[in-house]
């Protein structure tokens, strides 16, 4: 409690006031201003009431269940800091733990394409937030040599950042293969360009 | 039917009311009775004159009003008080002051040391933020450059204002987690608050 700048409070006076009552009673035994039949709640009881009140209520731990097995596909682990969708994607022949993403198909906004991506992966009736129409970063690499043609020389991923408004996954169609992580944990799935590339726009 | 409709009734009055025709006709209410000779001279002039003395009393009224309205009206509306700059006054007893002892040397030097302490984490926490907010905009702007490189279109769809971000909401965080199953305790809540109207 604020003590110094201060002054005592309604409840506070009416604490003091009803010490100095019962002292004045005791000292001067049995001199009853009032009548013994009335039953009077004094602050300090009410002060007890509410501390026992207090001590009864059971607040939902911070670190869940999901947290203790290191299950890292449940949505409920690390309830202080953001989490990511980490799917595993056929790119090419390779099989890579990647920011779910959807080609572009021409005739569609780039906005349009990153939440058909998110319906994809995530079900048809999602209940996110998309942040604007601007991407916010930008990964761009060559194909191998082998699948080069004069026009395709590469590909260039773009991100978009979108919230969660729901956390009721229930009717998604999730593959077996997702994960739900934070900033930190990215560094272990995903390879070191595009880490790096994705760490510039994600905050936290 | 039972019940004779009043508007007969006072139909049935009327035709008995003609009957006397030697009666002259009830015109002003000057007239108490209808055979009775004409006791009170109705006068015609007098109620002309009242009338003009009440029109121009009632005139003379409704500007007296209008007149005070303006005066009312032109004088500065009566500033409405804020309710939070001014301190009721029971809160300025003395018997509200507290005591309490004096700080003591150690105290105050410790709260010093953790002032400094808490302005230097501050400054690194900020320091942090804007440059996290710096390589944010860095990245959008190159994805930006790359996209035009890729195709106007596109670029000037993604830089388009979006209409349906602000106003944005989202949930404050929250120490613990919400509890699954837990039943808040319903209260009424009454809105004391006073109204002004200038």
């Known amino acids: 409690i604020e003590l110094e700048k201060s002054h005592y409070s309604d409840h506070e006076i009416r604490k003091l006031e009803e010490e100095e009552q019962l002292r004045r009673r005791k000292e001067s035994l049995y001199d009853d201003d009032e009548a013994p039949g009335k039953t009077v709640i004094m602050a300090q009881d009410l002060e007890d009431k509410w501390e026992q009140k207090l001590l009864r209520f059971e607040a939902a731990p911070r670190i869940t269940d999901a947290d203790k097995n290191n299950d890292r596909t449940s949505l409920n682990r690390k309830l202080d800091s953001n989490l990511m969708l980490l799917v595993k994607q056929k790119i090419g022949n390779q099989e890579l733990w990647l920011l779910p993403q959807a080609e572009w198909q021409p005739g569609e906004t780039l906005r349009s394409t990153a939440e058909r991506a998110m319906a994809t992966f995530l079900g048809d009736h999602i209940q996110a937030k998309t942040l604007g129409n601007a991407p916010y970063g930008i990964y761009k690499y060559k194909f191998p040599r082998a699948i080069r043609t004069e026009d395709n020389v590469g590909a260039k991923v773009f991100f978009f950042k979108a919230f969660l408004q729901s956390s009721d996954l229930s009717q998604a169609e999730l593959k077996e293969d997702y994960l739900w992580v934070t900033k930190d944990e990215l560094g272990d799935y995903l390879k070191l360009e595009y880490l790096k590339k994705v760490n510039r726009f994600l905050l936290d | ?198």
């Open chain 2, 1 to 198: 039917s039972k019940s004779v409709s009043p508007r007969a009734l006072c139909s049935f009055f009327f035709f008995s009311s003609w009957l006397p025709q030697a009666v002259p006709f009830r015109g002003s209410h000057w007239q108490t009775s209808l055979l009775a000779f004409r006791a009170s001279l109705p006068v015609r002039a007098q109620p002309k004159k009242k009338k003009k003395v009440d029109v121009r009393r009632e005139q003379a009224q409704k500007d007296r009003m209008k007149k005070k309205i303006k005066k009312l009206e032109k004088a500065a509306p009566e500033m409405i008080p804020i309710e939070d700059f001014i301190t009721p006054l029971k809160y300025s007893d003395s018997n509200r002051v507290r005591s309490l002892p004096p700080l003591s040397f150690e105290e105050s030097e410790r709260r010093v040391l953790l002032m400094k302490k808490w302005c230097l984490f501050k400054q690194k926490q900020d320091k942090a933020e804007k440059k996290a907010i710096q390589t944010l905009v860095e990245a959008q702007q190159e994805a930006l450059k790359e996209l035009r490189l890729e195709s106007e279109e596109l670029y000037q769809a993604a830089i388009r204002r979006d209409e349906g971000l602000f106003p944005f909401q989202r949930d404050g965080p929250n120490y613990t987690p919400p509890l699954p199953g837990y039943d808040a305790p319903e209260g009424k809540c009454i809105d004391i608050t006073k109204v002004y109207t200038q």
